[in-house]
Each structure stands twice: as structure tokens, then as C-alpha cells.
């Protein structure tokens, strides 16, 4: 193992998948056709490639492939989704309601309806992350036409219980979306079983390439969303611009391993986590996980060293050659604590002192101990230091 490159950031991006490259490489040099192009061979192919790639996105989920959207990313389908549906659907009432932990794809989002005159709810949640069933229900009024709760959060990897929440959501016959990019791939989602409507996918955080993502949208019953694009009128009018081919083929082909390989890696990817975290907790005896330490994905930890500071933690680690993330929502220049760590109600100083760190398979047990013995030999430091 090089020391030099201990990658422990894989909520942020992961590596691709040597295979996801290999499916795609045709798509750039030989089968290079625009799939909308339905005059020849070369836009049949891609049509072909790209409807195989459909077929392995939809049954991750549980999906019909007419049900999937392809996008440039999940901030894209995040932002299709919830501005796409509040305008479908403005004769039924102008609410949504969200939830305080959410990726900013979702909260800026949020906010950018509120500017433009929709009404929105966000959500508390408890000191595990969670959110109370009984506050939705309470939040939910005859104008309320969305839901949209993550199904795992980025910083924490706590999952909510989206099957609670969607029943909820059909009792009182409103729309729930789940942005389940983190979920996606590493816990097994149903959008039957769950009773989502509309579901973001993103590549990138699954081993596939950057800059291809996907909006599931029910067809039966049928959910409405307006366009936010002008175009071609290309993925049946929802989203109007040439297909990425190769991204989409690279998105699909990852799909399918992570299929294959749910059961097992989930267990394996947690047995890591689970060991760091055993390793780090013995030593660092006022450390605590952040969030629900039983519900949530298996390669995410977010670990309070309080007394530390978390940009001190990030910067020593970096300079050994480990790559992690401060708690701060996604920008370690930030000076700000994390909104999500603040809103499940730690102090700021605690909030401070949190680091997360994400695991995926590509990560060794080598790995895990080189990186718990840093940690452990600069949160000590880091406490002498404070002492003296
Ligand atoms: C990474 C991430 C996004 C954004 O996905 P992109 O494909 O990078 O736009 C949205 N939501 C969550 C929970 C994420 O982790």
C-alpha cells in the first residue's frame, strides 16, 4: 500500500470501476452515434446501448426502465425534480416540504422555489439524524404537493425510513421524492416497497464516471414534471439535450456490478468501517459517531473528537497523504461548522472537531489501520496540545 494516496472520501466521488471503463471506451471511438439519430446504424447502436444501460439503472431500484430520466448528475435531478413538479402540478396547491439534513442541491433548491413564491417546510430531525414521522404529518396540508427526504445523507450516511415516509406520503396523496444518491447501490431500495414517486441517481458516488445521473419518475400512477430545459424534447420532453452515451453506458455497467455485488460488499465495506471505528473509539476515549450508528450505509462514519479541531484533523491527515472531509458540508475552507451536524444538535465546537470519513471497495484493512493510527497519533497530539 502507498501511503501516499489513502483514499477514505469515497461520499464525495469514488474511483470508476475498471470495468465501468472498459464498457464505455467504445462508445467514444467506434460507436460514437447520437442515439436520438434514427435514420442509421450508428444512432441505433447507441439507442441500443443506451436502453441496456436503462434496463440495469431501473432494476437497482426496482424500475421499469420507461420510469428512468438520464441527467447530468443528481444535482440535476434533484433540481428536475423538485422545481419539475411544483410547476406540473401548481393548480394542486404550492408546498413542499423538506428536511434540514438535506445536500444543498436539495436546501438551495428549496430555497430558489421559496424566492419564486412556493411555500416550504423544512424539517428538524432528532439527535440521530432521523426525522419525526409525526412532525411530517403534521406538516402536511391540503396545499402541500411534495415530500423530498434523502434516503442517505452525505455527511453522516444515515438512511431515513423512506417506507415510513412513503406510506405517509400515499395516505395523505401527496408526492415523495427521495434524493438517494448515497443510498443508491449500497442498500437495497425498492421504489415499490418504498412508495417513492421520484428517485435521484447520481454515477459518480457508484463507481461509475462523473457528470451522468438519472430522475426516476413513476409512470403508474403517472407523476408529472415541466421541463426545465428547452430543447429536442429528448427523455419523453423531461429533459431535452444529446444523451452523454458513454456516461450513461458507464452508469449502467455500474449499476449492474453494484447489483451483483450489494450483499457482499455491504458487508465487507461495513467490517472496515466497523473496525476504524472500534480502533478510533478505544483510543480517543471522548470520541462519539455522529448519527444513528444502526441506521445507515456501510462505508460512511462521521466521528466527533471533541477537543480537536476538525480543520487541523483534515489538514495533518492530508499532509500524510489521507484524504478525508471535515464535517463542514462539503468545502474544507469553510469556516462554517456543518448545517447537517448542527441540525441533529451538536454544539459548534463539536461540530468542529467531527471528521467523516467514507469507505468504498477499493479500501483495505491495510488502509484502515494506517489511517486509525494517524488519527489516533494526531487527535493525541492535538489534546497535549490544548493541555499545556
Ligand atoms: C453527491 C451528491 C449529490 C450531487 O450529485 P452530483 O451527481 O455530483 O450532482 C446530491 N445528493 C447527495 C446526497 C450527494 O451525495
Not at 42 to 63: C, K, N, P, Q, Y
Not at 197 to 206: N, Y
Not at 292 to 298: E, I, L, Q
Not at 360 to 374: I, K, L, Q, S, Y
Request: some cysteine.
Amino acid at each position: 500500500m502507498s501511503p501516499s494516496a489513502v483514499y477514505f472520501d469515497n461520499a464525495a466521488t469514488t474511483r470508476v470501476d475498471p470495468h465501468v471503463v472498459d464498457t464505455m471506451l467504445p462508445y467514444f471511438t467506434s460507436d460514437y452515434g447520437n442515439a436520438a439519430s434514427r435514420a442509421h446504424i450508428f444512432g441505433w447502436a447507441a439507442e441500443a446501448a443506451v436502453t441496456d444501460a436503462r434496463r440495469a439503472i431501473a432494476a437497482l431500484i426496482g424500475a421499469d426502465e420507461r420510469e428512468i430520466v438520464f441527467t447530468s448528475g443528481a444535482t440535476e435531478s434533484n433540481n428536475l425534480a423538485l422545481k419539475g413538479v411544483m410547476e406540473a402540478y401548481a393548480d394542486r396547491g404550492d408546498h413542499l416540504v423538506t428536511v434540514a439534513t438535506e445536500h444543498p442541491s436539495i436546501a438551495d433548491t428549496a430555497t430558489a422555489l421559496q424566492r419564486a413564491g412556493k411555500r416550504v417546510t423544512t424539517l428538524g430531525v432528532d439527535r440521530s439524524g432521523l426525522v419525526d414521522l409525526n412532525a411530517l404529518r403534521d406538516a402536511i396540508s391540503g396545499r402541500t404537493v411534495l415530500v423530498s427526504v434523502m434516503a442517505a445523507n452525505n455527511e453522516t450516511g444515515v438512511l431515513q425510513n423512506l417506507d415510513a415516509i412513503g406510506t405517509i406520503c400515499r395516505e395523505r396523496h401527496v408526492l415523495f421524492h427521495t434524493d438517494a444518491t448515497q443510498a443508491a447501490g449500497k442498500v437495497p431500495l425498492d421504489i415499490e416497497l418504498l412508495h417513492v414517486d421520484l428517485m435521484s441517481l447520481s454515477a459518480h458516488k457508484i463507481y461509475g464516471p462523473k457528470g451522468v445521473g438519472a430522475l426516476f419518475v413513476r409512470r403508474e400512477p403517472r407523476v408529472r414534471v415541466a421541463a426545465q430545459m428547452d430543447g429536442g424534447g429528448h427523455e419523453r420532453g423531461m429533459r431535452s439535450g444529446t444523451l452523454n452515451v458513454p456516461g450513461i453506458v458507464g452508469f449502467g455497467a455500474a449499476c449492474a456490478i453494484c447489483a451483483e455485488s450489494l450483499a457482499a460488499e455491504s458487508q465487507s465495506v461495513a467490517a472496515l468501517r466497523d473496525r476504524l471505528e472500534a480502533a478510533l473509539m478505544e483510543a480517543c476515549p471522548r470520541s462519539f459517531v455522529n448519527g444513528d450508528a444502526k441506521n445507515r450505509v456501510p462505508g460512511i462514519t462521521n466521528i466527533a473528537f471533541p477537543g480537536a479541531d476538525g480543520g487541523q484533523l483534515l489538514k495533518q491527515l492530508t499532509e500524510r497523504g489521507i484524504t478525508v472531509s471535515s464535517g463542514s458540508a462539503c468545502s474544507s475552507t469553510s469556516l462554517e461548522p456543518s448545517r447537517v451536524l448542527r441540525a441533529l444538535g451538536l454544539s459548534e465546537a463539536d461540530a468542529r472537531s467531527s471528521l467523516r470519513l467514507s469507505l468504498g471497495r477499493f479500501n483495505t484493512a491495510a488502509e484502515v489501520d494506517f489511517v486509525a493510527a494517524a488519527v489516533i497519533d494526531i487527535v493525541r497530539s492535538s489534546a497535549r496540545g490544548t493541555a499545556s
